[in-house]
């Protein structure tokens, strides 16, 4: 069992930034693929970013493409969501995932991931 916690949401204004943690517990994530998505009310879950397991691969939502980045820390079994220029569409609630299937590819679906966290509220005021 993997357990992913997530930590960094709040209130801020458009433009600013903000910067999601999501802690792992009872599984090393080193060798696996993460990947955060973001839920508003009324809208399906959807992808923003994912990281393969050695950094070497991101990939990213064509909406937040060049606003955010995603990072990992294996030794601290962390991944990071770094937010720039927030619009007030990215309120969401944001989720990571883990990918333990080990695969190259670097899944963005929500059904290709295997474990979740509990999310987190980002809110973007005007």
């Known amino acids: 069992q993997v357990q992913l916690v997530e930590s960094g949401g709040g209130l801020v204004q458009a433009g600013g930034s903000l910067r999601l943690s999501c802690a792992a517990s009872?599984?090393?994530?080193?060798?696996?693929?993460m990947g955060w998505f973001r839920q508003a009310p009324g809208k399906e879950r959807e992808f923003v970013a994912a990281?393969?397991?050695?950094?070497?691969?991101?990939n990213f939502a064509d909406s937040v493409t060049d606003r955010f980045a995603i990072s990992r820390d294996n030794a601290r079994n962390t991944v990071y969501l770094q937010m720039h220029s927030l619009k007030l569409e990215d309120t969401a609630v944001y989720y990571c995932?883990?990918?333990?299937?080990?695969?190259?590819?670097?899944?963005?679906?929500?059904?290709?991931?295997?474990?979740w966290g509990q999310g987190t509220q980002v809110t973007v005021s005007s």
């Open positions: 009872g599984r090393a994530l080193g060798s696996f693929a």
């Open positions: 990281i393969s397991w050695n950094s070497g691969s991101t």
């Open positions: 995932a883990a990918d333990l299937s080990r695969s190259s590819y670097l899944a963005h679906r929500p059904y290709e991931y295997d474990f």
